[in-house]
């Protein structure tokens, strides 16, 4: 007797919110894929990917306890050929960009069509780039960066540290500023001293810098 979920492709799904979970469930209904677990936080995605066996991973870019790309980069380490996919409601290059650095198979937005999440899903699933081209063309430069500055020891204070941090996670001089409790003008500042050590011209390429320094 052949059971009904027999042969599916086995996914996990991250995401706090049981709407957001309830929407990828119902766009997947039909298709060969299967929530096999759903989890809200990194802590729980992470031990679930680690310790079950999974074909794919979905997860919200935005968790309780921290960011999913933090709990992405955690997964890799152990499991570096295990598609995953980054589900997001904001359309930021600089997600993006430490999406591609630190290994997703792809970036969707909650606003995508049925047939593009299932496509990417396809494409994951199958050992493949879901990245449209668009979406890295906007990131190429970042990505492009030599990877010597990375190596290059960057004397940065403690606090431009702490924004280089928030400006990876990727949030606005103005959101950085209520995080850090300190000024706009403050953190404005912060970010242009960053980038004219570091030797970038943007937060994007920040942002991957970051992430190659292992700072996020």
């Not at 027999?6 to 299967?34: N, Q, T, W, Y």
């Not at 999406?99 to 999440?117: D, I, M, N, P, Q």
């Not at 030599?146 to 540290?161: F, K, N, S």
């Amino acid at each position: 007797m052949t059971l009904p979920h027999e042969g599916k492709i086995r996914m996990l799904l991250a995401d706090p919110h049981e709407v957001a979970r309830c929407g990828v469930k119902g766009m997947i209904e039909g298709s060969d894929f299967r929530v096999v677990a759903e989890v809200t936080t990194g802590a729980a995605v992470v031990k679930y990917a680690l310790e079950k066996e999974v074909d794919v991973v979905m997860m919200d870019i935005r968790l309780p306890d921290g960011d999913g790309l933090t709990a992405l980069g955690r997964i890799k380490l152990d499991k570096p050929n295990l598609p995953i996919l980054i589900l997001s409601n904001y359309d930021n290059p600089a997600f993006i960009a430490r999406a591609v650095a630190l290994g997703a198979s792809g970036y969707l937005v909650k606003t995508c069509t049925r047939e593009h999440l299932l496509s990417a899903l396809k494409l994951a699933a199958a050992g493949e780039n879901a990245f449209t081209r668009e979406e890295l063309r906007r990131v190429t430069g970042a990505l492009a960066t030599p990877r010597l500055v990375a190596d290059v020891e960057v004397p940065l204070t403690q606090r431009e540290g702490e924004v280089l941090k928030q400006v990876a996670y990727g949030l606005t001089n103005k959101e950085i500023a209520l995080t850090l409790h300190v000024s706009y003008e403050t953190v404005k500042e912060h970010v242009q001293h960053i980038l004219r050590k570091i030797g970038l011209t943007d937060r994007t390429q920040a942002a991957v810098w970051a992430v190659r320094k292992q700072l996020v």
